[in-house]
Nanobody, 117 residues
Framework: QVQLVESGGGLVQTGGSLRLSCAAS?????MAWFRQAPGKEREFVAA????????SYADSVKGRFTGAGDNAPNTVYLNMNSLKPEDTAVYFC?????????????WGPGTQVTVSS
């Protein structure tokens, strides 16, 4: 079983920046970032194609967050700039076990990001 581990979360002020990392213990087919705020459903943040496609972003983070991938990719980074209180959430790394998977079926434990107003 491939394991995903996130790191880089923390407490920052509005307008600050954070860099999140997610490392996979084995090969995955596509990696992505999701987040879940208190009382809210989990939402998509960014994704990187396993087949050489470009990174895609949710409208709420476009122009502020930048993603990148390495090692097949087996590692995903999320550079978060101009952070807002609305970005406060637990951020999860996700991946697909197979290239034909229709959903993300691997998940990390999450890392807390808190943005103070």
């Amino acid at each position: 079983q491939v394991q995903l581990v996130e790191s880089g979360g923390g407490l920052v002020q509005t307008g600050g920046s954070l860099r999140l990392s997610c490392a996979a213990s084995g090969r995955t087919y596509g990696m992505a970032w999701f987040r879940q705020a208190p009382g809210k459903e989990r939402e998509f943040v960014a994704a990187i194609s396993w087949s050489g496609g470009s990174t895609s972003y949710a409208d709420s983070v476009k122009g502020r967050f930048t993603g990148a991938g390495d090692n097949a990719p087996n590692t995903v980074y999320l550079n978060m700039n101009s952070l807002k209180p609305e970005d406060t959430a637990v951020y999860f790394c996700a991946a697909r076990k197979n290239p034909w998977s229709s959903r993300y079926d691997l998940w990390g434990p999450g890392t807390q990001v808190t943005v103070s107003s």
